[in-house]
């Protein structure tokens, strides 16, 4: 179905602040509408909203929160289960994870730690109700999403999904655009069928006989682009600047930014926080669970209509109407004058590289196919259910060194830490998948600019040796580690990791 692009304002997200120290998130189902030419489509989101609302803390502030589970017995997606011995769990489970969050391991949302309507059944992992978040961590954004096992991709494309932003000192000292000028922006895409309802594929199309249906395939990208829920918004905006906060919260889409103007953007944050320098860029790119923070400047434009971009590359065709994604029109009247800055220098960030290594452990991120003939995906060969193998100790420095033989990227993610990116290097795939040793063809590149920050997620594309490098602190216990397209992460590109209490 063909949709009119830019007719839908931008919706925000209602926000909110630290209610005393304890609030209570209710998922549900209702519907919502997505664009003005489609009925309303049912989604699941928490306290009605889709995306959730954006709770916001200051840095050090505590948080507790019961993630309530009220939605309906039956999915609304297909459920595939064939995978993860799932086939006796309630069909509807979810646990809520805060990305990009330091708590202790019982409040992280542990993928097996889920639970069914009113907590009538749980997972094996979990432990209590309400989840506490200590927030004692860099001002950054972070968002929250479901965690559960084997049906992430579904919970989190029916729309469990939302923003959660931690405040600091240090962003209130620089002069950068605030309050009304300050705009989250959560980029999905969603495939929609003519009566308004969410489309995700059953299965392949021609799915071989022996084939379960439904069936988890390797990707989904829609046809659709959402922003904060509204399909191709645009924004009315004052010629001045604005900082927008930029989570990509999609299934399996990247995006690559741009104004349609070939004006720059400000990164000045990523994944933990504010870089150390303001970083100008005429595109970005984004993999699922990432997020940019930056500053655009729409001073030159008054009475103009500038599109924000995706670039598609290579795969990009008349058909492909993904290659926009919202419009902003500078026709609001200056409310008053811009006096904020886009400061050069942000924050500090005190480098790892300086610290001794305890480990340097070389990971492979690897295909391989199921008894099905279905392409999985694994990390360093092992199956969730396989035994620990990433063991740090408390408060050591590690290198992972993630060694990318698949055909494409993937965007690692570590619960718990930030960490730093410390280069990539390239290598002959074809030479391993002939031999399986690994020859350089290059030497090691420094991580893009706007990687050199704190990251939590980031991209290590095929051919190539992402090193990273963290801090295993403050908390030991059980955590996980993952591909963030999610229909790599549900089928099997997630292992724990245990960070061990020294003696
Ligand atoms: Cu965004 Cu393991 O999660
Ligand atoms: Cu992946």
Redo the contacts with the bound molecule.
Sequence with gaps: MKLKKFIDELPIMQTIKKQGSYLEMRMEEFRQKLHRDLKPTRLWGYNNQFPGPTIEVNEGEELHIKWENHLPDNHLLPVDKSIHHIANHPEVRTVT?V?GSVTKPENDGYPEAWFSRNFKEVGPEFLHQVYSYPNKQRAATL?Y?D?AMGITRLNVYAGLAGMYIIRGKQEKRLNIPKDEYEIPLILMDKTINNDGSLFYPVGPENPPANLPIPSILPAFTGDKILVNGKIWPYLNVEPRKYRFRILNASNTRTYTLSLESGDPMYQIGSDGGLLSKTVVARSITMEP?ERIDVIIDFRKYQGKSLILRNDLGSINTPEDETGDIMQFNVRLPLKGKDSTIIPKHLSSIPSLKDKPISAIRNLKLVGASDDFGRPLLLLDNKYWDDPISETPKLGSTEIWSIINVTGFTHPI?L?LVQFQVLDRTPFNLEKFNQDGSIVYTGSAVKPKPNERGWKD?IAAPSAQITRLIATFSPYAGKF?W?C?ILEH?DYDMMRPFLIQKRD
Aim: net charge negative; charged share 10%.
């Design positions: 994870h990305h968002w999403h965690h669970a993610h619960h997620t996980v993952h963030h992460e």
